[in-house]
């Protein structure tokens, strides 16, 4: 996956109990994310992660037939852009992670454009210039 500009790299929280040899799996490191171990007594750490991947298993991979790993990271891989740069988010007040601009129609009968997300399974709206 790749770095975005204002976000800190891609990483997985490991719990402290899991096995040795976690940091060093293939299915991480070809990933691109840096495994880092939750701080003990830390569940919060743990809550950030788990949110994500719920997300993510909800919005994408319950709609979809991963075909193999390549066909997974390139979901992955569009989804992470779509969660930053088009999915509103109920804590940042209905903004983006990126801080995508909203555009005001000051006309009431504006056209809307669909831009499919996802291979169509979700979309971005957005007036007409």
Not at 37 to 58: D, K, Y
């Amino acid at each position: 996956m790749r770095t975005r500009e204002g976000l800190s790299s891609v990483s997985i929280f490991l719990s402290v109990r899991c096995c040795a040899g976690c940091e060093e799996r293939p299915e991480i490191l070809n990933f691109g994310i840096e495994p880092k171990r939750i701080g003990l007594q830390s569940p919060w750490q743990n809550g950030v992660a788990e949110r994500f991947v719920g997300s993510c298993r909800r919005d994408l991979l319950d709609h979809v037939i991963v075909l193999n790993e390549r066909h997974l990271k390139r979901l992955i891989d569009e989804y992470v852009s779509y969660y930053h740069d088009d999915r509103t988010h109920l804590g940042l007040d209905k903004k983006t992670p990126a801080g995508r601009v909203v555009t005001k129609n000051p006309a009431a009968r504006g056209k809307v454009l669909s831009l499919p997300r996802l291979g169509g399974l979700h979309h971005r709206y957005q007036l007409a210039a």
